[in-house]
């Protein structure tokens, strides 16, 4: 299999791509992920996982680089886009307006094959149902420090589970990378398993 370039520097992204057997070359791009007030999720993800493929493309002045892999994750609740969290007391604030509701977790997916080719993008959205959560378990949580760099200022895959009562779409998903959508770009991009 050819080596992958994965344009980030999430450990979730790269522990995925490891566990699924895919070979990956790491470069974090250099990407201003800030959005606008009212720009759509759909659009954020999109826009910013192509934004990560692009830095990469241009970070190779005379070669074409093969297989460049962008992705952005965010959260939304009630059309409210939530990004990662600067502060505790901003964790605070989004796992108060987390508890007991639904949220959608939106990954934009870009995947280019050559520097020659179009990118293609995906977007995979899961919904989490958050139990009502009590202070001091908002308070706990706070503590662990697992909101920090992280969408939505939860990890699925530590302390954040003991309060998802359940999720509807891909598990993969709420960690960064949606590997069933992934899996789909590569197939249709002509990937070689091999």
């Given amino acids: 299999m050819e ?36 720009e759509r999720a759909e659009t954020i993800v999109s826009r910013l996982s192509r934004a990560k493929v692009d830095a990469i493309i241009s970070v190779f002045k005379n070669e074409s680089p093969r297989w460049v892999l962008g992705v952005d994750t965010l959260v939304e609740l009630d059309g409210r886009v ?4 600067r502060s ?15 949220h ?20 995979s959205v899961t919904e989490v149902k958050f ?11 706070v503590n662990t420090g697992e909101w920090s760099g992280v969408a939505g200022g939860y990890r699925i895959q530590g302390a954040g589970s003991f309060f998802i009562e359940w999720i509807k779409g891909s598990y993969s998903n709420v ?4 590997l069933e959508t992934f899996y789909g770009i590569l197939r249709e991009s002509g990937y070689s398993f091999e």
């Fill in 3 to 38: 080596t992958i370039i994965l344009a980030s520097g999430s450990p979730r992204r790269q522990e995925l791509l490891t566990k699924a057997k895919i070979p990956i070359r790491i470069i974090p791009p250099n990407v201003n992920e800030n959005f606008s007030e009212g």
């Fill in 131 to 141: 139990k009502e959560m009590t202070p001091d378990e908002i308070s706990f949580y």
């Fill in 175 to 178: 960690m960064g990378l949606p």
């Fill in 82 to 85: 939530i990004g990662k969290p």
């Fill in 88 to 102: 505790m007391e901003e964790a605070r604030e989004i796992m108060e307006l987390l508890s007991g509701k639904i």
């Fill in 104 to 123: 959608k977790v939106l990954s934009g997916v870009t995947l280019l094959k050559t520097k020659n080719d179009q990118p293609i993008t995906r977007i």
